[in-house]
């Protein structure tokens, strides 16, 4: 009898039980290009354009230099550096220097929130509306579905990065200050992908995993904002967040690539943080345990007392938010009166407009971010209805019509709780550093006449759930935004602007009772046509 040994080769198994885990990235990955390849063309196309129309519209609205040296002047002032970016005292009026500071904002939080939406949507609403046990079923590794979602994150960013660096060469910027520019855009958004891969093995639902996602890059937004106020090229404080890392890169003042490198190790350590987490968990579950039942707690009367009880979380997070950030812009009233002592283009603004056309710019800011909530909250519906949460509702003596519109006056109940501590902020804000203590139950009341539009844009989302096209929603609230913050930037034509209900809006210039009542009435009748056509239609 002869006995045959064979000897161990130490790291082959281990070698092929990494192969292994991530069996089946290459199909997921073309699957997920498959499902995206009109969202995702889409958001390339618009970002990249953005990068054409913007330096024609810089140079328009700033065409010599006393207009320019006059922007530097509004650029420090507390709230534009939170709202921009930080200013280096080099070549400041210079146009490339211009779009750096305006625009590297903007894109970071609309390319970050890209890549949140991209990983949640592939990984952890999978899991939670069952597509992704057909998935498993077959030969997939545990760590594939997430894998293929950070690599379709990074190949977008990389395509946005090229894109976007042709484009502002093609305008005559210089090359590898454009591209420090733009891949510094995407080194960030690149991260927050990556907090976004953590966030969807901490939390069970999407919702949860979405929303500490964007609260995170709320939180980073801020901590560099505030940071910038305190020292106006950076303090210490603003290193906190990865926004500042890509915004001290310096394109066109100083370029330097290691804050760039900084961004792609703390991405790589999020993503191996989110592989670690993964291996911890059971599908469809989180590493952070639900709570569950609560027998104490009191029952649910109803179903818009359901709605508001879905909605409580994120409508108390909105709240504190809009609050904190009302505070701040009231705050910089005084800062923007002291600036105009000393510049003429600020005091003959100040003069056309008072200190309420600053007040109506700074709560049409807070209001257009409230849309967000408005059409999240509506849109619950047909994420409930895909998933099949609202199948328990409906099963029982609940319409169609009135689950659908019970959402709709939610969220309208809820933005009106958003603008009222919105506007109460501002109020707090600007009464107490200016000594008028009358201003505060005015903006508080300036906040409040913002409920139409956000009911407007309500009524918008109930249509688009009943026509189960849930982008149109989101494609509104981009229009707001971008028309209220780069409308006069990128010369946009004044009946395009006059769409926006925010921009409609003029308080506490003037409550136009014409305004408000045809917002009303347009949300009345979008959610009126929006339940008939939910009614009628199929469920799935």
Known sequence: MTATTVAHQPGRHEA????????????????????????????????????????????????????????????????AMIMGGPMFGVRETDLAVM????????LIVATSILAILTVIRHTRAEEEAGAAELVLSSVVGRYARTAAALILTAGVNAILALTMTAAMASAGF????SAG???????????????????????????????????????????????????????????????????QMRPFVELRWWPFVMLVVLAVALMALAAVLESRRQYDDGVIPSTGDRPKARPIRGVFGLHMTLQRGQT???????????????????????????????????????????????????????TAYAVATVLRVHSDEESGLG???????????????????????????????AGLGMGLGAGITLGE????????????????????MAGLAALAVAVRLPWIAWLAVTFVIISLYLGAL????????????????????????????????AAAALALVAGIIYRRRDAV
């Open 16 to 79: 092929a039980t990494v192969a292994s885990a991530f069996t089946g990235v290459g199909t997921l990955l073309r699957l997920a290009l498959r499902r995206d390849r009109f969202r995702l063309s889409v958001w390339i196309a618009v970002l990249t354009l953005m990068m054409v129309y913007t330096p024609n519209a810089l140079k328009l609205a700033y065409p010599d230099e006393a207009q320019r040296e006059a922007r530097v002047s509004l650029m420090k002032t507390p709230a």
């Open 99 to 106: 779009m750096a500071n305006e625009l590297m904002l903007t």
């Open 174 to 177: 210089a090359v590898i200050d």
């Open 181 to 247: 520019m733009c891949f510094g855009v995407t080194g960030v958004a690149m991260v927050f992908g990556a907090v976004a891969a953590v966030t969807a093995q901490l939390w069970r639902q999407s919702r949860a995993a979405t929303g500490a996602a964007m609260g995170v890059l709320a939180l980073a937004a801020l901590v560099r904002g505030v940071g910038d106020v305190i020292n106006n090229s950076g303090s210490a404080l603003s290193w906190f967040s990865p926004v500042a890392w890509a915004q």
């Open 316 to 370: 108390i997070g909105w709240t504190v938010a809009l609050l904190l950030s009302g505070l701040a812009f009231g705050s910089m009233t005084k800062s923007l009166l002291d600036v105009a002592e000393g510049n003429e283009l600020v005091q003959r603004v100040l003069a056309q407009q008072g200190t309420d056309g600053v007040y109506t710019t700074l709560t049409q800011f807070l209001a257009a971010a409230a």
């Open 391 to 421: 199948e328990p509702v409906l099963a029982g003596s609940v319409s169609r019509w009135r689950w659908l519109l019970t959402a709709v006056a939610a969220a309208i109940v809820g933005s009106t709780v958003l603008m009222f501590f």
């Open 437 to 456: 203590p009358q201003t505060i139950w005015r903006l508080t009341l300036a906040g409040l006449a913002f409920v139409p539009a956000q009911a407007a």
């Open 490 to 521: 990128l010369r946009l034509p004044q009946w395009l602007l006059d769409v926006s209900p925010i921009g409609q809006t003029k308080a506490p210039i003037d409550y136009s009772p014409v305004a408000l009542t045809a917002m009303v009435a």
